[in-house]
């Protein structure tokens, strides 16, 4: 039985343990560059005993971010991740750096730059129609991927994360829902999954061999007409054979369409609803309840879907979503995951996984109000944990 404790090999690394930190957006950096209370996040949680811990968000262009105080990977950002990876070596973990673009998910209002989706779309959050990008303007997102890629190596990152997941821009481009286009790009599912596949091949070309590459995928976005768990499956499979990925970390559901499908439990309707500016708020309080669903939270609630691709696959897998102790750790191994990843629990407790290494009872102390989300505008935190 694999111990989800004992050393593992993710592509070029060794990391100490199986259990990843998941990227949830940290906030933290007003300029768009890393502060110390940054690194303070991300050394506590590496403190707590993570074998590797992932920093979001990185966008790999300005117009990539979900707001302008996210950082986007620059020559100017370099030296601030460099000290945020070199505190999380001190500790002993690795470290991921979660790349993107947000795509329909971004907000150009705050960006000032124009959002980006596959076809033609309004967009709520920047009140102004999103820019549909041409063959040409593609190739830019995917060396713009690769140039993230390059700086995130010289950061002293050990990892990348690609974002394939939340209807983030290579989501949206594999959503029929969301891709409506007439080209290369658009149209039957190999051409829907084909910027993901260029993008993790051009990523692997660039630091392959030396950093690991995975990508957070979609096993479905959870809104008729997107992305189904079939086609998910089929680009899995082609992502597999393509070689690029050395792990795939499965999730679900949409930032722009259905965030709840991600984390199940409470939707935190009233504190989601304050962080909109206003023509958004009045828009929420007619649509909120259809727009954040109420899934019931249980222990590994992306189990059933994610089983179906450890079926079919032999690559590296890395099971995400209500992995909060010990049993559920076991479980992920004993089906054959090779990694968990754990996000709001880790928020809520980051020594949450010394704790539970030293004693296998251990609960967690998240109760999944997922009032941490309308956070993200804020500085990331749990409501929960008392200030120190
Ligand atoms: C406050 C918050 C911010 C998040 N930000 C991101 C993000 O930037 N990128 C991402 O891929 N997922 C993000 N997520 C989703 C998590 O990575 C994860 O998929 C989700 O929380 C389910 O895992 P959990 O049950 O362990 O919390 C965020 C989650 C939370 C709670």
């Known amino acids: 039985m694999t111990d989800v404790f004992a050393p593992a090999r993710l592509g070029p690394l060794t990391l100490r343990n199986r259990v990843i930190k998941a990227a949830t957006f940290e906030g933290r950096t007003p300029d768009a560059l890393v502060t ?31 707001d302008r105080h996210q950082i986007w990977m620059r020559p100017e950002a370099v030296a601030g991740l460099r000290k945020l990876t070199d505190a999380v070596h001190a500790e002993g973990a690795a470290a991921s750096a979660q790349i993107g673009h947000a795509g329909p998910v971004a907000n150009a209002a705050s960006n000032r730059l124009p959002a980006l989706s596959p076809s033609p779309m309004f967009s709520p959050l920047g009140m102004r129609f999103m820019k549909v990008p041409n063959e040409f303007e593609i190739r830019e997102l995917i060396d ?31 959503s029929p829902l969301l891709n409506r286009r007439k080209d290369a790009y658009g149209g039957s599912l190999a051409n829907r999954a084909r910027l993901a ?49 050395d ?74 979503g209500g992995i909060t102790n010990h049993d559920t750790m076991r479980t992920a191994m004993d089906e054959g995951f090779d990694f968990v990843a754990m996000g709001r629990a880790l928020l809520r407790e980051p020594n949450l996984l010394r704790r539970i290494q030293s004693d296998f009872t251990t609960r967690s102390a998240c109760v999944h109000c997922n009032e941490c989300m309308p956070t993200i505008y804020t500085g990331t935190r749990c409501v929960l944990r008392p200030v120190r």
Not at 146 to 168: P, Q
Not at 212 to 227: I, Q, S, W, Y
Not at 234 to 241: M, N, R, T
């Open 36 to 66: 110390d209370e940054l690194i303070e996040f991300h050394r506590e949680v590496a403190a707590g005993g993570v074998g590797l811990t992932t920093v979001a968000y990185c966008a790999v262009a300005p117009g990539g971010r979900t």
């Open 144 to 174: 713009a991927h690769v140039r993230a890629a390059r700086l995130a190596e010289e950061s002293g990152f050990d990892a990348v994360e690609i974002h394939f997941g939340h209807n983030y821009l290579v989501s949206a481009f594999m």
């Open 197 to 245: 596949r260029e993008i993790a091949c051009a990523v692997k070309e660039a630091v392959g061999g030396r950093l690991a590459v995975t990508a957070k995928l979609n096993m479905e976005d959870g809104r008729p007409g997107g992305l189904t768990l079939p086609d998910s499956l089929q680009i899995a499979a082609w992502l597999e054979a393509d070689g690029a990925l």
């Open 247 to 320: 792990a795939l970390e499965l999730t679900a559901g949409s930032s722009l369409l259905n965030p709840m499908l991600l984390f199940h439990g409470d939707a935190p309707r009233r504190a989601f609803a304050k962080t909109l500016p206003g023509p958004a708020r009045w828009g929420f309080r007619l649509m909120g309840r259809a727009f954040l669903k109420e899934y019931p939270y249980q222990e590994a609630y992306l189990l059933e879907r994610a089983r179906q691709f450890r079926r079919e696959l032999s690559m590296p897998l890395i099971l995400l």
